[in-house]
């Protein structure tokens, strides 16, 4: 039972990386994997600022700021070097392994502060005061993306030539967008690391597949509601972040070998893949 609490607060952990891959793939419909650097860049702030005793609600913003930073150098690359997404974000994630390093001086930083938010409410409430901080982000992101300036960045995914045309400096959009999606994936980094109390070098490697493998769950769980309500999509991409976690529990609870984890995630999502796409009508 530990096993599958663990696992709830990890999905509630892992909400705000799969917003941000939402943001990047469904809303602004580009392959973003500064992901994997981002999201340890988050821990590794987090890390440090907790190592140096400062206040805790000097490391939200900060974590935010630097994964928001990360996200605007991936989008300046793309936009005004015109290197495609993809490229530019395997650049940036390559650069950032780097800056994680100097970040954190060594590739592992274990603390024993805990936590943050269950220092607010105590320890054995932290699965409840995390969900009222889920709670609270995916109202924020849907206000934002219901905002003039959210009803602008959605329309970029699915028509930047009609943005273009109506004089919107589309370059700009696209580095906000890029920005607010992996602001939010550093913050997933950071409450990953407080809840295990560690942050690791290489604990952001393949982690956009758990973000995509949420995304994806969730909009399978939902799809029998057909609705186009954005809320209702950004609700359906956080269940989808605890059912993944609770998935890898079970599998993992069935005795196997932890060093499979990784191939498990890779065959769950591609499971999940597969059968979302066998819903769809064939293509002639």
């Not at 941000?20 to 988050?42: A, E, H, Q, W, Y």
């Not at 970040?103 to 930083?109: H, L, S, W």
């Not at 769950?217 to 809320?231: A, D, H, N, R």
């Given at each position: 039972?530990?096993?599958?609490?663990?696992?709830?607060?990890?999905?509630?952990?892992?909400?705000?990386?799969?917003?941000?891959?939402?943001?990047?793939?469904?809303?602004?419909?580009?392959?973003?994997?500064?992901?994997?650097?981002?999201?340890?860049?988050?821990?590794?702030?987090?890390?440090?600022?907790?190592?140096?005793?400062i206040?805790?609600?000097?490391?939200?913003?900060?974590?935010?700021?630097?994964?928001?930073?990360?996200?605007?150098?991936?989008?300046?690359?793309?936009?005004?070097?015109?290197?495609?997404?993809?490229?530019?974000?395997?650049?940036?994630?390559?650069?950032?392994?780097?800056?994680?390093l100097?970040?954190?001086?060594?590739?592992?930083?274990p603390?024993?502060?805990?936590?943050?938010?269950?220092?607010?409410?105590?320890?054995?409430?932290?699965?409840?005061?995390?969900?009222?901080?889920?709670?609270?982000?995916?109202?924020?992101?849907?206000?934002?993306?219901?905002s003039?300036?959210?009803?602008?960045?959605?329309?970029?995914?699915?028509?930047?030539?009609?943005?273009?045309?109506?004089?919107?400096?589309?370059?700009?959009?696209?580095?906000?967008?890029?920005?607010?999606?992996?602001?939010?994936?550093?913050?997933?980094?950071?409450?990953?690391?407080?809840?295990?109390?560690?942050?690791?070098?290489?604990?952001?490697?393949?982690?956009?597949?758990?973000?995509?493998?949420s995304?994806?769950?969730?909009?399978?769980?939902?799809?029998?509601?057909?609705?186009?309500?954005?809320?209702?999509?950004?609700?359906a991409?956080f269940?989808?972040?605890?059912?993944?976690?609770?998935?890898?529990?079970?599998?993992?609870?069935?005795?196997?070998?932890?060093?499979?984890l990784?191939?498990?995630?890779?065959?769950?999502?591609?499971?999940?893949?597969?059968?979302?796409?066998?819903k769809?009508?064939?293509?002639?």
């Open positions: 039972m530990e096993a599958y609490i663990s696992a709830i607060i990890q999905g509630l952990c892992f909400s705000s990386l799969a917003l941000g891959i939402f943001i990047s793939m469904r809303v602004l419909n580009l392959p973003d994997i500064t992901t994997d650097g981002s999201f340890t860049l988050g821990a590794a702030v987090t890390a440090v600022m907790l190592a140096q005793q206040p805790v609600y000097f490391i939200l913003p900060a974590v935010c700021i630097c994964g928001a930073i990360a996200g605007s150098i991936t989008g300046i690359i793309h936009t005004v070097l015109r290197v495609h997404v993809l490229l530019a974000g395997i650049i940036v994630m390559t650069a950032l392994y780097s800056v994680n100097i970040v954190m001086g060594r590739t592992n930083i603390f024993d502060e805990g936590f943050f938010m269950s220092n607010i409410f105590g320890d054995s409430n932290t699965w409840i005061t995390m969900t009222i901080y889920v709670a609270v982000l995916v109202v924020i992101i849907n206000r934002l993306l219901l003039d300036f959210g009803i602008v960045l959605r329309a970029l995914g699915s028509n930047s030539t009609m943005l273009t045309a109506n004089g919107v400096n589309t370059k700009a959009l696209t580095i906000k967008g890029l920005a607010i999606s992996n602001a939010l994936t550093a913050l997933s980094g950071s409450m990953i690391a407080q809840h295990q109390q560690f942050a690791d070098l290489n604990m952001g490697i393949g982690i956009v597949i758990i973000g995509l493998g995304v994806i769950i969730g909009e399978s769980l939902f799809s029998f509601f057909k609705s186009q309500v954005l809320f209702l999509k950004l609700v991409v269940f989808g972040a605890l059912v993944f976690r609770v998935l890898i529990a079970f599998v993992l609870s069935q005795d196997v070998n932890p060093n499979y990784r191939l498990i995630t890779a065959t769950v999502v591609l499971a999940v893949v597969a059968l979302s796409y066998k769809k009508p064939a293509i002639d």
